[in-house]
C-alpha cells in the first residue's frame, strides 16, 4: 500500500531533478506532472488506499500537485506547436504580376493624375498628319529621318505612330483649352533591334494648354515629375535640343549613380509647343501656348531596376517577369 | 562634326580646357559627344609595303599578302579586294588596340594565323570610308611609325549637332557660335582675291532655276597634283576626312572651314564649253567617284556638258571628270541647290556625302562665291597653277530677313526677365545684329542661319545662350479641369490587377506576325493590315488575335517552367477602314496557359480566368460555344472571344481572349448578394455519363429541382474502359433556416433521377 511519505518523497525528487538540470524543467515537469507522470501513477494507487484514508491521502495528493506546479511553473503548453525546423523553406504562392511596363505606367500615370492631368487613349495606326505633319514635319522633313517609320501597305498615309505626341492634337481637338493630358502607350520605329533598340517600345506624352504658359512651368513641371517618380529629390539638366514640334526645344538629362559613377542619361524631349502645332490643333497662337513631355517607359524602368537590354520587355520570359 | 581646336583657334582665342569648352557647347544646344586626340597611334601601328598578294587556300574572298616592315616581313590575311603589291599601307600588329577599342590577337582565318591587319581609314578612325585599304603616300618608309604620319597633337571635339543648324557644320560657323557662348571675339573669315571679270569658258547654263539659288565656276590651269603639304593632311586627317591630293584636299578643307561644299572637274576630261545645270533623263546613268554606276531620275538634278552627265549635283561628282594625277586644269564648282532637291536623291539614291549633308541642311549663300575664291588661291599657292581671272556666275545670295518681337515675349516665354541689354549681347555675339527700340527688339537674320523665322526662335536663343538650366522652376496655373478617363483606361488597369491577382503573369509580345503564322491559325492574309516596311516577313502582319505570340511565348517558357500561365492587354488592328483614314483598332485580354494534364483541364484553367473576369463586370449569360476546333465566347448575339486548346506533345496549352470593349459594353452593377446565415451542405454524386452528355444540359435541368440547390461543381472527371465519370458537388443552403436531412435527401434524389435522365448511371 502506498503511503504518504511516497508523495513527500516524490516532491523531493522533483526538487532535486530541477536543480540538477534546471534547463530540463519542461521535460521534467511533463514527467512528474504529465498525463502520464509519476504524480498521475502514484493518484493511480488511491484504489489500492483503504476507505477511510482516502480523504487524508487525497488531501496531499492535491497539496503536491500545488507544490510540483509551483515549482515547475504554470503549464507551458502553448496554444501552438513547436516547429522543429523553422529553416524549412515556404511554399511559394502562385503570383501573377503586371508587366514591369505596366508598374512603369502605372507609377507614371498615378503621378499625371494627381496632378491634374487628364489620361487620353489614341490609336497606334496613326494618320501620317497627326503623327508628323500636324506636328510640324511636314514632307522631306529632315527631321523624319530620325524617326524610321513603319508605313501601312496600300494606305500610304497611315503609320504605326512613332511617338505618343499624337495625343496632341488628338487631344486638343476633342477638349476646350485650357488642357492638361497624357498619354502612356506603344510606339513603333523601324530599327533593327539591339540592347537599346526596339520595333516597338514604350512611351509617355504629356502636354499643357494654357494662356501664358512658359519655359519656367516646363522646367518646374519636369523637376516634380521625375522627383515624385524616384520619391527623392534629382539632379537634372535641361540641354536645348530641336524637335520640330517645340519652339524652344530641349532635353533633359537626370543624373544618376550605377557602380560608384555618376553620369548624365537622357530621360526625354520636351519645349513649349510649337506655334504651328497650337495652330494644328486648331488654336490661336497668339492666345495660347503651350509646353510638352515625352520619354520612353522602357528607359525609366531600365534605369531605375538595371535592367541592361530592353529586348527583355518583349522576351515574355517568367523568370524576368516573376522579378518585379 | 569633328572640330580639330587647332582649327577653332585660327579664328577665336580659347583659353577653356576642351572638357569645359565641351560642357558650355554641350549646355548650349550642341552636344559634344566625345573629346580625342587626333592620333592614337602607338608602336604597334607601323607603315607597311605590300610586297606579294597570293590566294587564299580556303576562302576565295581573302588573300595573303607578304608586307615588309622596314625591319621584318609578316603575313596577313586581308579581305580588301583593292590590296596589291607595291602599296604603301597602314598595318597593326598583334597587340594593337584599333581606336574602336578592338584588340588585335593572333588567331586563325580559316586556318591561317594572320600576324596583324591591314587597316582601312574607318578602322584606324582616320575617315569613314570602309571601301578597302587605306593607302598612304608612298614617301613613307617601310616600318616608319603611323604616329609620324598622323601625329596626335591636336585635340578633336566630334560634336552631335541638330540637323536644324547647318550653319554649324563648318569650323568658322562653330567659332561663330563659340563666340556667343563664351563672349569672346570671333575673327573675321577674309578673303581677298575677288575677280569682278565674267569667265567666259566655260559658261553656266541653267536649265532648273528653281533648284538652284547660286552657281559659280573658276578655271585654274597648269595646276600639279600632288599630295598636300603635311599641315594640310593632319588638319584634314582630324577632321575625318582622308587627304587625297592637293586639288580635291582644298575643296574639302574649304568646305570644313565654311560650310560650302566645292567640287573640282578636270578641264580637259569635260567638254567645258558650257556647264549646264538641268535635272537628270529618266534611266541617265553616271558612274560615281566610288566606282558606283547610278541609275538617275528626272527629279534628280545634275551637271553636264553639252554631251554627258558629269556630277550628281550636291552629292558626288562623277568618275569621268574628276581629278586624277595626270590633271593639269581644273574647274572649281561652287554653288547653292534647293536643300529638298539634294535631299531627296541622296535618299533615293541612298547615298549621303560630306555635301550632301551641308547642302541638305542649308549653306550660308553669303559665302558661296568667297568660298571658291578662297580654294582658287589656296590651290595656286599649294599646287602652283594659275588662276584665270573671270569667274562665271548666276544667281545671287538670299536676301537678309529681318524678324520682329518684343523684349517682354522674350522674358514672357522664359518665365524670367533679362535685362534688355543682356538679350542684346547675346543676339549681337550670335550675329543678329539686333536693333531695340522702345519694347520693340528687330533682329537681322544672317545668310548662314536657316532656322531663324519666328519670335519663339529668339526666345530659343536667347534661353539657350542664358541657359535653360537657370531659369525659375515654377508650375503652370492651369486651370484645365479633369476629363474623366477614356473608357477602356480603368477597364485595363482592373483587369491587369485581376489577371495578376489570380496568379497569371502580364506579358507583351510583338503586335506583328508573319504570313506563316497567320495560316497556321486559319486567319487570311488578305484580311490583315500589312506594313509596307516590314523589319521581317514574320513581322509584317499587324496582329487580329493576341494568341498566336502568347503561344509562342509560352513554348518559350518551357525550358524553365511546366506550368506557366501568361496574360497580355494589346492593341488588335483589322478592317474595315473608317472615315478618318484608320482600321478599327479594339483592346483586347489574352490569356494561355500550358499543362501536362488533360486538354480538359488546360481548356478550364483559362476558362477560370476569363469567367472570373466576366462576373467581375457583373456580366451574366456569356455562353462557349463549340465552333469546329474552336470555342466562340458568345455574349446573346455578339462574339465576345474565342479560346483554343491545342496538344503539343507532352504539354496542352490552352487560350481564351476576349474584347475589353465587349466586356465594357455589357457591363452592369454587380449587386450585393444576401449572405445567408445558416451552414451550406455538400453532397457529391457520381455517375457515368455518356458521350452526349454536356455540362451545359444537366446544369440547366439541375437548376429547376430546388431553390436550396444553390451551385454544383464538377469536382473529378476520369474515364475508365471507354467509359467517362464525372463527380458533381452538390451546394444546398437555405436563407430562412439550417436544411434537414430529409430535405437534404430529396433534393439529392431529384439530381440524381436527373443524370439518370440524360443517360447517367450513377456510381
Known amino acids: 500500500m502506498p503511503s504518504l511519505q511516497s508523495f513527500s518523497d516524490l516532491l523531493a525528487a522533483a526538487h532535486a531533478a530541477l536543480a540538477a538540470n534546471p534547463e530540463q524543467r519542461e521535460s521534467l515537469r511533463v514527467a512528474y506532472l504529465g498525463r502520464k507522470g509519476k504524480l498521475a501513477a502514484l493518484m493511480d494507487d488511491i484504489r489500492l488506499v483503504p476507505s477511510v484514508e482516502r480523504r487524508a491521502w487525497g488531501q496531499a495528493a492535491n497539496e503536491t500537485k500545488r507544490s510540483l506546479e509551483a515549482l515547475f511553473g504554470a503549464a507551458t503548453k502553448s496554444a501552438f506547436t513547436p516547429m522543429s525546423d523553422p529553416s524549412m523553406p515556404g511554399a511559394a504562392p502562385t503570383v501573377g504580376r503586371p508587366h514591369p511596363i ?77 488642357i492638361k493630358a497624357f498619354e502612356l502607350g506603344r510606339v513603333y520605329r ?45 539632379t537634372l539638366r535641361f540641354r536645348p535640343h530641336y524637335y520640330p514640334f517645340v519652339e524652344p526645344g530641349m532635353d533633359v538629362d537626370m543624373l544618376w549613380e550605377t557602380n560608384g559613377k555618376k553620369q548624365w542619361l537622357e530621360m526625354l524631349g520636351s519645349g513649349l509647343i510649337h506655334p504651328t502645332v497650337i495652330r494644328n490643333m486648331k488654336l490661336n497662337p497668339t492666345q495660347w501656348t503651350g509646353f510638352a513631355f515625352g520619354g520612353g517607359i522602357d528607359r525609366l524602368m531600365m534605369v531605375e531596376t538595371g535592367i541592361n537590354d530592353i529586348r527583355w520587355t518583349h522576351r515574355s520570359d517568367v523568370r524576368f517577369l516573376r522579378q518585379f | 562634326m569633328r572640330l580639330p581646336l587647332s582649327w577653332l583657334k585660327e579664328f ?13 557647347l554641350t549646355l548650349a544646344g550642341n552636344e559634344v559627344e566625345d573629346i580625342s586626340s587626333s592620333s592614337v597611334f602607338d608602336e604597334h601601328f607601323l607603315v607597311g609595303k605590300v610586297e606579294t598578294v597570293k590566294s587564299h587556300p580556303n576562302a576565295d574572298k581573302l588573300r595573303l599578302v607578304t608586307v615588309d616592315l622596314g625591319s621584318r616581313r609578316q603575313e596577313i590575311v586581308c579581305g580588301a579586294p583593292n590590296v596589291a603589291p607595291g602599296q604603301t599601307v597602314a598595318v597593326v600588329l598583334v597587340g594593337g588596340t584599333l581606336p574602336s577599342g578592338l584588340k588585335i590577337d593572333a588567331r586563325p582565318i580559316r586556318g591561317v594565323v594572320s600576324e596583324g591587319m591591314i587597316c582601312a581609314e574607318d578602322e584606324l578612325g582616320l575617315g569613314k570610308s570602309h571601301g578597302g585599304i587605306m593607302i598612304l603616300p608612298a614617301k613613307w618608309p617601310a616600318g616608319t611609325l603611323l604616329g609620324t604620319v598622323y601625329p596626335g597633337q591636336d585635340v578633336v571635339l566630334n560634336l552631335s549637332l541638330t540637323p536644324q543648324r547647318g550653319d554649324l557644320y563648318s569650323v568658322y560657323g562653330l567659332a561663330r557660335e563659340i563666340a556667343a557662348i563664351t563672349g569672346k571675339k570671333l575673327k573675321p573669315w577674309v578673303i581677298r582675291s575677288a575677280p569682278k571679270k565674267r569667265l567666259t569658258n566655260p559658261r553656266v547654263s541653267i536649265k532648273a532655276a528653281s533648284d538652284v539659288r547660286q552657281y559659280a565656276l573658276r578655271r585654274l590651269h597648269g595646276v600639279e597634283v600632288k599630295p598636300s603639304p603635311d599641315w594640310l593632311q593632319a588638319r584634314l586627317s582630324a577632321a575625318g576626312i582622308r587627304p587625297v591630293n592637293v586639288v580635291v584636299d582644298v575643296t574639302n578643307y574649304v568646305m570644313l572651314e565654311t560650310g560650302q561644299p566645292l567640287h573640282a572637274f578636270d578641264a580637259n576630261r569635260i567638254d567645258a564649253g558650257t556647264i549646264i545645270v538641268r535635272r537628270a533623263g529618266a534611266q541617265e546613268q553616271l558612274i560615281t567617284l566610288d566606282g558606283v554606276t547610278r541609275t538617275l531620275s528626272s527629279d534628280m538634278l545634275v551637271i553636264a556638258d553639252a554631251r554627258k552627265v558629269l556630277a550628281l549635283t550636291g552629292l558626288m561628282g562623277g568618275q569621268g571628270s574628276g581629278v586624277t594625277a595626270h590633271t593639269t586644269d581644273i574647274v572649281l564648282e561652287a554653288a547653292e541647290f534647293d536643300p529638298v532637291r539634294v535631299r531627296t536623291a541622296a535618299a533615293a539614291l541612298s547615298l549621303r556625302s560630306e555635301s550632301s549633308l551641308r547642302f541638305e541642311k542649308g549653306i550660308d549663300s553669303a559665302l558661296t562665291v568667297p568660298a571658291l575664291n578662297r580654294a582658287v588661291e589656296m590651290i595656286s599657292k599649294l599646287a602652283g597653277g594659275t588662276a584665270e581671272p573671270g569667274i562665271a556666275r548666276y544667281g545671287q545670295p538670299r536676301p537678309i530677313q529681318r524678324l520682329s518681337t518684343t523684349l517682354s515675349f522674350i522674358n514672357d516665354r522664359l518665365g524670367v526677365t533679362i535685362a534688355p541689354a543682356e538679350v542684346k549681347r547675346i543676339l549681337a555675339g550670335l550675329g543678329l ?4 527700340a522702345g519694347r520693340n527688339l528687330t533682329v537681322t537674320v544672317p545668310t548662314w542661319r536657316h532656322d531663324l523665322a519666328i519670335p519663339e526662335d529668339l526666345v530659343d536663343e536667347v534661353g539657350r545662350i542664358v541657359g535653360f538650366g537657370t531659369l525659375p522652376k515654377t508650375l503652370p496655373d492651369a486651370s484645365a479641369p479633369p476629363k474623366p478617363p477614356p473608357p477602356l483606361y480603368a477597364a485595363e488597369w482592373r483587369l491587369r490587377d485581376m489577371c495578376a491577382r489570380a496568379g497569371w503573369m502580364e506579358t507583351l509580345s510583338y503586335p506583328f506576325y508573319g504570313r506563316a503564322t497567320l495560316e497556321q491559325w486559319g486567319m487570311k492574309a488578305a484580311d490583315h493590315v500589312r ?18 505570340q502568347l503561344f509562342v511565348a509560352l513554348e518559350k517558357n518551357r525550358s524553365t517552367t511546366t506550368d506557366a500561365a501568361l496574360f497580355e492587354i494589346g492593341h488588335v488592328v483589322l478592317p474595315p477602314w473608317g472615315k478618318d483614314g484608320l482600321p478599327t483598332e479594339e483592346s483586347w485580354l489574352a490569356a494561355v496557359a500550358m499543362t501536362t494534364d488533360d486538354a480538359m483541364s488546360a481548356y478550364r484553367r483559362v476558362k477560370g480566368l476569363m469567367e472570373l473576369v466576366v462576373t467581375s463586370f457583373g456580366i451574366t449569360g456569356v455562353t462557349w460555344k463549340r465552333d469546329g476546333d474552336r470555342v466562340n465566347i458568345v455574349h446573346g448575339k455578339d462574339l465576345i472571344g474565342r479560346a483554343v486548346v491545342q496538344d503539343q506533345g507532352a504539354y496542352r496549352v490552352a487560350g481564351a481572349e476576349i474584347s475589353i470593349e465587349g466586356l465594357v459594353d455589357h457591363q452592369r452593377p454587380k449587386p450585393f448578394q444576401p449572405i445567408s446565415p445558416f451552414p451550406t451542405v455538400e453532397r457529391d454524386v457520381s455517375a457515368w455519363v455518356p458521350d452526349d452528355f454536356t455540362y451545359e444540359k444537366f446544369s440547366a435541368a439541375a437548376q429547376i429541382i430546388s431553390p436550396l440547390l444553390r451551385g454544383v461543381q464538377v469536382i473529378d472527371i476520369f474515364s475508365k474502359d471507354g467509359k467517362l465519370s464525372m463527380t458533381f458537388r452538390c451546394e444546398l443552403r437555405s436563407m430562412d433556416q439550417t436544411l434537414q436531412e430529409r430535405e437534404v435527401d430529396a433534393v439529392m434524389t431529384k439530381i440524381r433521377q436527373s443524370l439518370e435522365h440524360l443517360g447517367g448511371q450513377i456510381r
Request: with cysteine; glycine share 2%.
Open chain 1, 102 to 178: 505596366s508598374q512603369t505606367m502605372k507609377r507614371i500615370a498615378d503621378i499625371f493624375l494627381s496632378l491634374g492631368y487628364s489620361a487620353t487613349q489614341n490609336p497606334e495606326v496613326e494618320t501620317d498628319y497627326v503623327n508628323f505633319e500636324g506636328l510640324n514635319m511636314p514632307p522631306h522633313h529632315p527631321a523624319r529621318d530620325i524617326q524610321d517609320t513603319f508605313y501601312i501597305a496600300d494606305h500610304p498615309h497611315a503609320v504605326l505612330r512613332t511617338h505618343c505626341s499624337t495625343t496632341q492634337l488628338r487631344t486638343a481637338w476633342t477638349t476646350t483649352p485650357p
Open chain 1, 190 to 234: 523601324n530599327e533593327a533591334t539591339d540592347a537599346t533598340h526596339e520595333a516597338s517600345f514604350f512611351q509617355y506624352d504629356a502636354f499643357v494648354v494654357d494662356r501664358r504658359i512658359r519655359m519656367s512651368d516646363l522646367l518646374g513641371t519636369l523637376q516634380l515629375f521625375f522627383d515624385r517618380y524616384f520619391g527623392r529629390p534629382m
Open chain 2, 12 to 24: 577665336l582665342p580659347v583659353t577653356l580646357p576642351p572638357e569645359a569648352l565641351a560642357e558650355r
Open chain 2, 433 to 436: 545684329a539686333p536693333k531695340v
Open chain 2, 531 to 548: 506594313l509596307a516596311n516590314a523589319l521581317s516577313p514574320d513581322q509584317e502582319f499587324l496582329r487580329q488575335s493576341l494568341l498566336p
